[in-house]
C-alpha cells in the first residue's frame, strides 16, 4: 500500500531530518542506532500508533528487561531504562489524547481514592521532618522518591484508560501469563546452567549495562534471578500469575476446545509453579498458601480439586528436587529451627526478619506518627543509611509512620476487598466475570501476604504486574457487562462507594 504524495515527502523529510541530526550530533554508534530505532519504528508504526500495541511494549519491557539492570544508550545526564521511556511515551500520548481527542473520556478507575488516600500518606511524613531532611542533605531524595511513586502508580491509571473492551483485559491478561511462562522457562534453564539470558540482554539489544549480576545460593545449589531484580520477587510474580492462568484454563479464549485449553494452561500453571520452585523463595509458599486457603475457604470445590492435583504434584517435587522443596515446604514443620533461622545476624546486614524486628520497632517510636519522612532511607548504593528490611509494612512504618502505613493498608486491601465481595455479589449468576474477580481477589490477598516477608515496593516488575492486573479490575468493577448492568438497574456495584462513585460522574 502505497503512501499519499503529501505524506510520503512529509515522511523522507523526517527521515532526512533525524539522519542529519544523528549524524552532526551523535557519535557513530549511537548515530546508527538511531537510525535503526527510526526505521524499526517505519516498520512497526502500526502497533507505534495503536493504545493495544503500546501497552504489548509495555508488557515485554516490564517482562523481560530487567530493572536496575539496564539502561538506553541516551546521551542524557541521567540513566534512562526503558519502563520508564515507554511510560512517558504512553502518559504523554495519553494526555494529548484526553486533551485533543473529544470522543476520548476519562474512565472510572474504580480504585481511585485508595490510592489517593496512600499517596497522600505518603506526602504528609515530609513536612513534619522537613528541617532534618535538608540537614541530613535528604530532600532530593525524598522529593525524588514522591515522582517515583507518580511513575509506579501511573501504570494503573495508563493501563487502566486503555482497557475498555473485555477482549483487550483478557489479551493482557493472556500476555501476562504466558510472558511469565516463558520467563519461568529461562528461570528453570538458569537453575540448570547458571545462565541467566536475561543477564545478556546487551549481546543483542541496544542497551547499557548499570549494575552488575548478582548470585544467591540456597538449598545446595543456585537460585534462579530470572527477568527480576531478586529470587524472592521473581517468585512472587510466578504466584500472582497463577490464579490468572487457572482462570485462562476455564475462560480464556484460545485455544478455543475447551479441553486443550485446559491442558495448555494447566502445563502453564505447572512451568509456573516450577519457576517458584527455582527460585527457591520461602515467600512463594506463604502466599501460595494463602491463596490456597482463601480457595478452600470461599470455593471449597474449587480449592479441594486444587489440593487432589496439588499433592500428586508436591509428591513428584519431592522426588526430584528433594533439597529444594525440602527448603522451601518442610523447613516450616521445624518451627524452632525457621525462628532461629530469622535471628541470625541482628544488627548487620542480612539480618533475618526477626533479629531486625525488636531494634525497628524501638525505632519506630521515636517517630511513631509520620516516621523519619519519605526517601529518608537508602538501603543500596554509596549514600546507603539504613538495612534492608524484608518487611515492605515494617520499612514504610520507620520511614512514613503509622499514617503511611494506614495508607498502606487502604490502598492494598480496600482494592482486595472490593474485588472479592464483587465477585460474590453483583457478580455472582455470571461465572465468568465473578471468577476474574476471585482470581485478581486471590492475587491481590497473595501479594499483600508477601509485603511482609521482602521490601515490594523496591522491586518494581512485580509491583508494575500487579499494578496490571489492578486494571484489570478497575475494568471490571466499572465497565464490564455485569457492572453495566447493576448501574442501569440501580444496583451498587457491590457496595455503596463505588455506586456512589458512579452515579455522580466523577472518575475515581
Known amino acids: 500500500m502505497t503512501l499519499p504524495v503529501g505524506r510520503a515527502i512529509l515522511a523522507v523529510v523526517i527521515l532526512v531530518a533525524v539522519a542529519a541530526v544523528s549524524v552532526i550530533f551523535l557519535p557513530p554508534v549511537a548515530a546508527g542506532g538511531a537510525m535503526i530505532v527510526v526505521a524499526l519504528a517505519v516498520l512497526a508504526r502500526r502497533i507505534l500508533t495503536s493504545w493495544v500495541g503500546w501497552l504489548g511494549i509495555l508488557v515485554a519491557v516490564v517482562m523481560f528487561i530487567p530493572i536496575r539492570r539496564y539502561a538506553l544508550p541516551t546521551p542524557l545526564p541521567f540513566q534512562l531504562e526503558a519502563y520508564r521511556l515507554v511510560l512517558f511515551v504512553m502518559f504523554a500520548g495519553m494526555v494529548a489524547a484526553l486533551l485533543l481527542d473529544r470522543n476520548r473520556k476519562w474512565k472510572p478507575v474504580g480504585f481511585g481514592w485508595p490510592i489517593g488516600i496512600f499517596f497522600v500518606s505518603l506526602f504528609v511524613s515530609i513536612p513534619p521532618n522537613g528541617t532534618r531532611l535538608v540537614e541530613e542533605g535528604l530532600a532530593t531524595s525524598a522529593v525524588g522518591t514522591l515522582v517515583n511513586w507518580v511513575v509506579l502508580l501511573s501504570v494503573f491509571y495508563i493501563v487502566r484508560q486503555i482497557i475498555d473492551t473485555e477482549t483487550i483485559a483478557m489479551g493482557l491478561l493472556t500476555a501476562l501469563v504466558w510472558c511469565g511462562t516463558v520467563v519461568a522457562v529461562f528461570a528453570v534453564f538458569e537453575r540448570v546452567t547458571r545462565i541467566n539470558v536475561f543477564h545478556r540482554l546487551e549481546t543483542f539489544l541496544p542497551l547499557n549495562l548499570i549494575s552488575a549480576d ?7 545449589g543456585y537460585r534462579s534471578f530470572g527477568s527480576s531484580q531478586h529470587p524472592i520477587a521473581l517468585s512472587v510474580m510466578f504466584c500472582i500469575l497463577i490464579p490468572i492462568a ?13 479441553w486443550t485449553r485446559r491442558l495448555v494452561y494447566s502445563l502453564v500453571t505447572l512451568v509456573l509453579l516450577m519457576g517458584v520452585l527455582v527460585a527457591v523463595s520461602r515467600t512463594a509458599v506463604i502466599v501460595l498458601g494463602i491463596m490456597f486457603l482463601l480457595t478452600l475457604l470461599l470455593r471449597p470445590w474449587l480449592g479441594i480439586t486444587l489440593l487432589a492435583i496439588g499433592v500428586p504434584l508436591l509428591a513428584v517435587g519431592m522426588a526430584a528436587l528433594p533439597k529444594v522443596v525440602g527448603t522451601l515446604v518442610l523447613s516450616f514443620l521445624d518451627i524452632d529451627a525457621l525462628i532461629a533461622s530469622q535471628q541470625t545476624s541482628p544488627g548487620f546486614r542480612g539480618a533475618g526478619r526477626l533479629a531486625d524486628l525488636g531494634p525497628s520497632l524501638i525505632e519506630a517510636s521515636q517517630s511513631p506518627f509520620f516516621g523519619t519522612g519519605l526517601g529518608s532511607r537508602i538501603v543500596v548504593g554509596d549514600e546507603q543509611n539504613a538495612y534492608i528490611l524484608d518487611n515492605q509494612v515494617l520499612g514504610s512504618l520507620l520511614e512514613v509512620g503509622a499514617v503511611g502505613v494506614l495508607g498502606l493498608a487502604v490502598f492494598i486491601l480496600v482494592p482486595i476487598l472490593m474485588m ?4 460474590f ?3 455472582r449468576d455470571e461465572p465468568r466475570y465473578a471468577m476474574l474477580a476471585f482470581a485478581l481477589f486471590l492475587s491481590g490477598a497473595g501479594y499483600a501476604a508477601a509485603l511482609f516477608f521482602y521490601d515490594a515496593f523496591g522491586f518494581m516488575q512485580t509491583f508494575f504486574v500487579y499494578s496490571m492486573l489492578l486494571a484489570v479490575g478497575g475494568w471490571l468493577l466499572t465497565s464490564s457487562p455485569p457492572a453495566l448492568r447493576a448501574r442501569a438497574a440501580g444496583e451498587g ?16
Not at 548478582?214 to 545446595?220: L, W
Not at 456495584?493 to 475515581?508: E, H, I, N, Q, Y
Open 214 to 220: 548478582g548470585e544467591s545460593f540456597r538449598a545446595g
Open 246 to 258: 487457572i482462570y485462562l484454563a476455564r475462560y480464556g479464549r484460545w485455544p478455543k476446545n475447551e
Open 420 to 423: 472479592g465481595a464483587w465477585a
Open 425 to 427: 455479589t453483583t457478580a
Open 493 to 508: 456495584m457491590f457496595v455503596r462507594w463505588p455506586r456512589a462513585t458512579v452515579s455522580s460522574g466523577v472518575a475515581v
